[in-house]
């Protein structure tokens, strides 16, 4: 054995040197720092990973809520569109309504005024059929009918003489 072997190396066929006669104590604890050196690496790099893998989760989770919110933003751009249509509708349905209600109105008041001045006309008509004629005056409260030089009392329903104030019968003549 050379030297080098003796003093605890030997040469390997990949051509580097490798410790081989430690003491135990050394060769564990080796062992050791190797374990506590790949604990922190592996801790080290799980910890890069999980980091990684939360800014994607915050990433994606920050990429959907922007979807959400542009979705959300649209759908209420639709309701708000919509919501603006049915309200002009009903605006347009209100004014027709207001238009068909006045058109009504005008409708009935004229009928109304149309009633009421043939109202009016059948009572100035029923006024005219109390009111004595040329032919007729009112002479101590009786109706008399003048023909010529005759003098007649006017006889009513009840077959007594039509009694008169003024130039209007108490009861129709005509």
């Known amino acids: 054995m ?11 066929l990949a051509g580097g040197w490798v410790i081989m006669a430690m003491s135990l104590s050394w060769k564990v604890g080796a062992v050791v ?23 994607e989760v915050m990433r994606a989770s920050a990429l959907t809520a922007e979807e959400d919110a542009q ?10 569109a919509q919501l603006a249509a049915d309200l002009e509708q009903q605006r347009q349905e209100l ?3 207001h238009q068909q209600v006045d058109e009504q109105s005008r409708q009935y008041q004229a009928a109304l005024a149309a009633r009421m001045e043939k109202q009016h006309q059948e009572e ?9 004629d040329r032919n007729q005056r009112c002479d101590a409260g009786i109706v008399i009918n003048h023909s010529g030089s005759s003098f007649t009392p006017v006889i009513g329903k009840t077959g007594q003489p039509i009694t008169c ?3 209007t019968a108490a009861e129709p003549l005509r």
Not at 3 to 12: H, M, T
């Open 165 to 167: 104030k003024g130039d």
């Open 71 to 80: 979705r959300a933003k649209a759908l209420s751009e639709q309701h708000q």
């Open 95 to 97: 004014s027709e309504t």
């Open 2 to 12: 050379s030297e080098i072997a003796r003093a605890g190396f030997f040469y390997n």
């Open 33 to 55: 720092a190797g374990l506590v050196v790949a604990v922190v690496a592996w801790n080290g790099i799980s910890q890069y990973l999980a980091g990684r893998h939360a800014d």
């Open 124 to 132: 100035l008509r029923l006024q005219a059929t109390y009111r004595l």
